[in-house]
């Protein structure tokens, strides 16, 4: 019987997946059910790998956990039998540093880690729940963003706090660790063996951060304990003085709850541009707002990149990737001007054309613009677990 294998990656307005034969390296079936919330779900799949999509014409508008337990459904009408589902979560804390067998026991304690990662964790928890529901013989697999940068030193990791606190868990984690992943074992296709080299991945999207990689391994990461940590982000608003916090609580008057609420929804774009927490609307918008939300976002990229950059000693690869980072070239030109003394020089027509190589012939360290695949990350470590948990006959 051949293994069907599931990929689930499950957000809080969308849900990405992918159906594998176990033993074929492209996937049978790809998509996505975006706007969960809105009112106006719409469900897209590539069923022949071609990028054009399919589009459902009328998607019920139901609760997200139900809306999980429709699309399980809906795929299991084309795959009845399921050999095992892999899922991404967002945060494995300091105890899962590799991909999982998800059961009661590992579940509850990813369950805890609800609070570092409010935004994510319950609704990957919750594609969980109805995979089980829909395929309770199937094994499911738990693959982790913050698994990747357990290669850090304890430096690295460490919060400037009392030891006390860092045993209890108090310390940076890091995000993003599937993009990364990927683009990691892919980058040798693009430099050659540059890739082992010092190189800056920039993962920007509505979520954004940045990895410094060594051989391949990460080194240092703009986020921290939780996806809040960092860059300016769509409508999270990155590293924060920790007194505005208390100031906020002290002497506006603001619950823990309120300021949770404005850090995470209301802040990076969206809070600075008072318009959107969506770029391409910030980019096509004329008000001073908007130039002011893109100026900060950029700066605060260079920032990082700078501080990055002291970790491994150098740069001889910067690396693009995510929504913002594949997509907007005005972002990734704002992003590289000025940069000229580390290297960085932009080819402004292949900027502009989105093409994979972006340096000028002057420049003297590559720069490019990659599609991520979290989703071929999740599969092929499913698939590892999946076997060896087929072979023992559980």
Known sequence: M???????????????????????????????????GSGQPVLEMDTDLDGLYDTSPAMPD????????????????????VDAVGHRIVHGGRKYAAPVLLDDTVLTDLQALVPLAPLHEPH?????AA?????????QIGCFDTAFHRTQTEVAQRFAIPGKLHDAGVQRYGFHGLSYQFISETLADHIGDAAQGRVIVAHLGNGASMCALRNGKSVATTMGMTALDGLMMGTRSGAIDPGAVL?????????????SDLLYNASGLKGVSGISGDLRELEASGEPAAELAQALFAFRAKQAIGALVSTIGGLDALVFTGGIGQHSSAMRARICEGMGWLGIDLDHDANRNHATALQSDTATIHVLALSTDEE???????????????????
């Not at 990929?7 to 969960?36: C, Q, W, Y």
């Not at 139901?62 to 039998?81: Q, W």
């Not at 990957?124 to 969980?128: E, S």
């Open 247 to 259: 100031h906020l609580m002290d002497m506006q008057g603001m619950s823990s709850a309120q300021v």
């Open 2 to 36: 051949t293994k069907t294998i599931l990929v689930l990656n499950a957000g809080s307005s969308s849900i990405k997946f992918a159906a594998h034969d176990a033993d074929a390296s492209e996937p049978m079936l790809r998509g996505a059910l975006t706007g969960l």
């Open 62 to 81: 139901l609760p997200e956990e139900d809306m999980m337990v429709f699309l399980a459904e809906l795929l299991a009408k084309r795959f009845d039998h």
């Open 131 to 139: 995979a089980r529901q829909v395929w309770p013989n199937a094994a």
């Open 124 to 128: 990957n928890l919750h594609g969980v």
């Open 376 to 394: 071929a990350v999740i599969f092929h470590a499913t698939k590892a677990i999946a076997n060896t948990h087929l072979r023992n006959g559980r």
